[in-house]
């Protein structure tokens, strides 16, 4: 079992920044590639990013190519999620993922899900 706890949301104005942050205590952490999901409301959940375990591999939502970056440190058991130039568009719950793959993690192959944190992005 692997607790992933999200922390970061917020309400933040166009164009600004906010970077989520997820922790998952215990020694497997470095096992998992992990990810980055968002459900707006009325909407399904949906990929945003995804990185193996080493950190060499990324992958990123064509919606936020560019925008967010994703990263992780092993030895703090921590991915975080940097957001930049943030668009109404991106106001949504974001959830933290981890996976066996990384790409797989973009088609939903999620073994544990993080309670999520709520981003909200006025105009």
């Known amino acids: 079992q692997v607790q992933l706890v999200e922390s970061g949301g917020g309400l933040v104005q166009a164009g600004g920044s906010l970077k989520l942050s997820c922790a998952a205590p215990?020694?497997?952490?470095?096992?998992?590639?992990m990810g980055w999901f968002r459900q707006a409301p009325g909407k399904e959940r949906e990929f945003v990013a995804a990185i193996g375990w080493s950190g060499v591999n990324t992958d990123y939502a064509d919606s936020v190519k560019g925008r967010f970056t994703i990263s992780r440190d092993n030895a703090k058991n921590t991915v975080n999620l940097q957001m930049n130039g943030l668009k109404p568009e991106d106001t949504a719950d974001y959830y933290c993922?981890?996976?066996?793959?990384?790409?797989?993690?973009?088609?939903?192959?999620?073994?544990?899900w993080g309670q999520g944190t709520q981003v909200t992005v006025s105009v």
């Open positions: 993922a981890a996976g066996a793959t990384w790409d797989g993690l973009r088609r939903k192959a999620v073994n544990y």
């Open positions: 215990g020694r497997t952490f470095s096992t998992y590639d």
